[in-house]
């Protein structure tokens, strides 16, 4: 499988009910940072679980693994690595 990028993350966080200013987005800042809310990020996990297939526990979401679009493409990718 082709690695995950920055635009197939944001274009997944694009397809959920997630607002976000899409000009001024930080791929290295928290989403939580940036106007998404709590629901906002299980919405955008959802989204990568169903799409990938994969499984994120909710330990590394609270270890804040998932909280930038950075981290979102590194894990992403590791994930589907371990797939």
Same mark, same amino acid.
């Given at each position: 499988?082709?690695?995950?990028?920055?635009?197939?993350?944001?274009? $997944? $966080?694009?397809?959920?009910?997630?607002?976000?200013?899409?000009?001024? #987005?930080?791929?290295?800042?928290? #989403?939580?940072?940036?106007?998404?809310?709590?629901?906002?990020?299980?919405?955008?996990?959802?989204?990568? +679980?169903?799409?990938?297939?994969?499984? $994120?526990?909710?330990?590394? $979401?609270?270890?804040?693994?998932? #909280?930038?679009?950075?981290?979102?493409?590194?894990? #992403?990718?590791?994930?589907? +690595?371990?797939?």
């Amino acid at each position: 499988m082709a690695k995950v990028t920055h635009e197939d993350v944001v274009a $997944i $966080i694009k397809g959920t009910s997630v607002k976000l200013d899409w000009e001024k #987005l930080n791929p290295k800042e928290s #989403l939580a940072d940036q106007g998404a809310d709590s629901l906002d990020m299980i919405s955008i996990i959802f989204a990568f +679980q169903e799409k990938y297939g994969i499984e $994120i526990t909710d330990e590394s $979401i609270s270890d804040g693994e998932w #909280l930038s679009i950075e981290k979102m493409v590194m894990n #992403l990718n590791k994930s589907l +690595q371990q797939k």
